[in-house]
């Protein structure tokens, strides 16, 4: 499966973006997808992911309660809803499918994936 994200651009503090990773293949619905992100300097880190169904959905303690992750399978998409940004948010942001249908402890774990998009870019100014 390919990936793409897009949505990503600048944004002052306090506002929100929606993030899209969009799919080609007939299996996308086969895959678990997460969200990361990589910011100057630093480790990629794990930000959200969804099961293959859309029931079940994690979050990392730094986005909790501020993102939302879904997913349309008849369109190929997950989306990343981001609100109440903050300049620590900034980085690239990646989608990567994993082969697992379900979340499982490596869902946190970029080894676990299969598949990644290109990245999308996140700036929030203060």
């Known amino acids: 499966v390919q990936l793409q994200a897009s949505g990503g651009g600048s944004v002052q503090a306090g506002g929100s973006l929606r993030l899209s990773c969009a799919a080609s293949?007939?299996?996308?619905?086969?895959?678990?997808i997460g969200w990361f992100r990589q910011a100057p300097g630093k480790e990629r880190e794990f930000v959200a992911a969804?099961?293959?169904?859309?029931?079940?959905?994690y979050y990392a303690d730094s986005v909790k309660g501020r993102s939302t992750i879904n997913r349309d399978n008849a369109k190929n998409t997950v989306y990343l809803h981001m609100f109440i940004l903050r300049p620590e948010d900034t980085a690239v942001y990646f989608c990567?499918?994993?082969?697992?249908?379900?979340?499982?402890?490596?869902?946190?774990?970029?080894?676990?994936?299969?598949?990644w998009g290109q990245g999308t870019l996140v700036t929030v100014s203060s």
């Open positions: 990567a499918a994993d082969p697992m249908k379900a979340l499982h402890p490596g869902t946190v774990v970029t080894s676990t994936y299969e598949y």
């Open positions: 969804i099961s293959w169904s859309g029931g079940t959905t």
């Open positions: 293949g007939r299996t996308f619905s086969s895959y678990a």
